[in-house]
């Protein structure tokens, strides 16, 4: 007796489904294949920045400390805003020396120097940089009364909701400027690098940077004019006209001085870093200089885009 093996048919419609899960399984498998190497590609880029940074910021030190070293050999000569280019173990480093005399100190500056500094450089238009400035010197001065348009004091922080109140005194620490009412976190970046604690009401003209005489002027290039004419006649092309009162001619009054070094990195990266320095002799250390702030090493802009207007 012969038995027959009976073999089902393969429908056609069975065939299409198999055929319909095997592609949607190939793409899966695919796609996952697709995002695991980008992941691994983003992952390999990452920690190629990383290398890149601690490589850029070990040779940006090498020239902070050249920078202090300079400053303190240079002790009894008057500061001065300067930038040069070097190199440092076969790299190309920018070099940005501010003294603090060069910066506004908006715990003493005056109503126009502050309008010039929120409509020139952060641009505001002229309303909202007097009210910008009345709530500055409401977070500054000790009443709870507020100052002319748009000033604000407690009441109106608390009204406003806003995650902070009225200071009541100078600021030591530039970064509290945020706090003040209706500043915003890219208004407060954009005028930082301008700022400084010195005690003075005006700019020292051999210390303020060539960006911000150009600003506060409107001059382009009178900063780069005035730094390279002869010390003597650099303060009479700025104590004349309607900026004469942000300048002083005084030099040499203060110690504390921001250095910014700038390295290249692969491609058009550029690495930023930044130290305050003093350098006064201290007794009670043995230190040369003291070392005040130092910023994390970060990416930045070419060295000419953060050095112009």
């Known amino acids: ?11 056609h419609g069975s065939a299409g489904a198999a055929l ?4 949607w399984l190939v793409a899966a498998l695919s796609l996952t294949v697709l ?9 390999t880029q990452q920690a190629g920045l990383a290398l890149e940074r601690l490589r850029a910021e070990a040779v940006l030190d090498g020239a902070l400390q050249l920078a202090a070293q300079r400053l303190v050999a240079e002790r009894d000569q008057p500061s001065h805003y300067r930038r040069e280019v070097l190199t440092l173990e076969g790299q190309e480093i920018w070099l940005e020396v501010t003294p603090a005399t060069g910066l506004i100190d908006v715990n003493v500056a005056s109503d126009g120097l502050l309008l010039a500094l929120l409509q020139r450089v952060g641009g505001l238009p002229a309303g ?3 009210i910008m400035v009345s709530r500055i010197r409401d977070f500054l001065d000790p009443d709870d009364t507020p100052t002319g348009a748009g ?3 407690a009441a109106q922080y608390r009204a406003a909701n806003w995650p902070a109140v009225p200071r009541n005194s100078a600021l030591e620490d530039l970064s509290e400027l945020k706090s003040v009412l209706g500043m915003t976190p890219e208004l407060y970046d954009i005028i930082a690098p301008y700022l400084g604690v ?3 009401q005006r700019l020292e003209v ?9 600003i506060l002027t409107g001059q382009k290039g009178l900063g780069a004019q005035v730094h390279q004419s002869p010390p003597e006649s650099r303060a009479g092309l700025l104590l004349s006209g309607a900026t004469a009162d942000f300048f002083a001619a005084k030099s040499g009054g203060g110690k504390e001085v921001r250095v910014r070094a700038y390295a290249r990195g692969d491609g058009d990266r550029w690495w930023l870093r930044e130290a305050w320095i003093d350098s006064r002799e201290r007794p009670d250390t043995l230190a040369p200089w003291t070392l005040l702030t130092l910023e994390p090493t970060r990416r930045i802009n070419k060295p000419e885009q953060e050095w112009s207007p």
């Open 1 to 11: 007796m012969t038995t027959a093996h009976l073999t089902r048919p393969w429908r």
């Open 20 to 23: 319909v899960l095997v592609l």
């Open 35 to 43: 995002a695991g190497a980008k992941g691994m590609r983003q992952q």
């Open 128 to 130: 909202d940089a007097a």
């Open 151 to 153: 000033g604000a004091e």
């Open 198 to 200: 010195n005690g003075q």
């Open 206 to 214: 051999d210390a303020t940077p060539w960006a911000l005489i150009d």
